[in-house]
């Protein structure tokens, strides 16, 4: 057996012309590869930003999408609303027009006297009803002439009007609201022919006794 000898204490190798220092292990130094950053995580970020550009162009066409469907349904509420209004409206004057005839025999009953007990509050029910529906009547003597809204069966000349003037009612009009469902039946009247130019004459001439002496004022 060998015995140790006392104080001796073994090293390591080393090779001739290295120095102490070489003998003991170098920390290890981070490689370049380690301490920059990775080369994924760029294109990951830009992948996400091209993600978010393509979802807000998607959202700004939905909303556009959904802005033109607002537009349109709103249309075809007007439209439909339009439309309910017109039908009601040509239902109404179809049922007035016919309850004309009815309106016109009670006016020619009134005209007569002949609008007395139950048939007179019966009648009168029925004109309150009609005027709720909106049915107006109109048509009155000495008005001048609409053909618009006056259908004339009788012509004649007088020489008391300056213009063609309805002289008589022989049957009158209806209207709903500004729509004319019958127009008034009139007799109408022109100027006399040569009425205006003779009474246009006569005004020209001052008459005799409105001609004052001078001589005598001047006494």
């Known amino acids: ?28 130094s981070p490689s370049p590869e380690e301490g920059a950053a990775p080369a994924g995580d760029g294109a990951a970020d830009a992948g996400l930003v091209a993600q978010l550009d393509q979802v807000r162009t998607a959202l700004g066409e939905r909303t556009a999408d959904l802005q033109r469907l607002q537009a ?4 075809y509420r ?17 049922l007035l027009t016919e309850l004309l005839p009815t309106l016109d025999d009670i006016g020619r009953a009134r005209e007569h ?20 529906m909106g049915l107006q009547q109109f048509g009155k003597e000495g008005e001048p002439f609409d053909p618009t809204i006056h259908e004339a069966l009788m012509h004649s000349y007088a020489p008391d009007v300056t213009e063609t003037t309805c002289v008589a009612i022989l049957q009158p009009g209806y209207r709903i609201g500004e729509r004319t469902i019958r127009p008034a ?10 009425a ?13 006794g409105d001609e004052k002496d001078d001589s005598s004022e001047e006494g």
Not at 196 to 208: I, L, Y
């Open 185 to 194: 039946r009139v007799a109408v009247a022109e100027p006399q022919p040569g």
């Open 113 to 132: 006297g002949e609008l007395v007990g139950g048939f007179k509050s019966v009648a009168e029910s029925l004109e309150t009803v009609a005027a709720k």
């Open 196 to 208: 205006q130019t003779v009474k246009a004459e006569g005004a020209d001439e001052k008459p005799a």
């Open 72 to 75: 349109e349904y709103q249309n």
């Open 1 to 28: 057996m060998t015995e140790e000898t006392p104080g001796f204490e073994e090293k390591p190798d080393v090779p001739s012309g290295a120095t102490p220092d070489d003998a003991e292990p170098k920390a290890a």
């Open 78 to 94: 007007r439209r439909v609303e339009r439309d309910r209004i017109a039908v009601k409206e040509i239902a109404i004057a179809n």
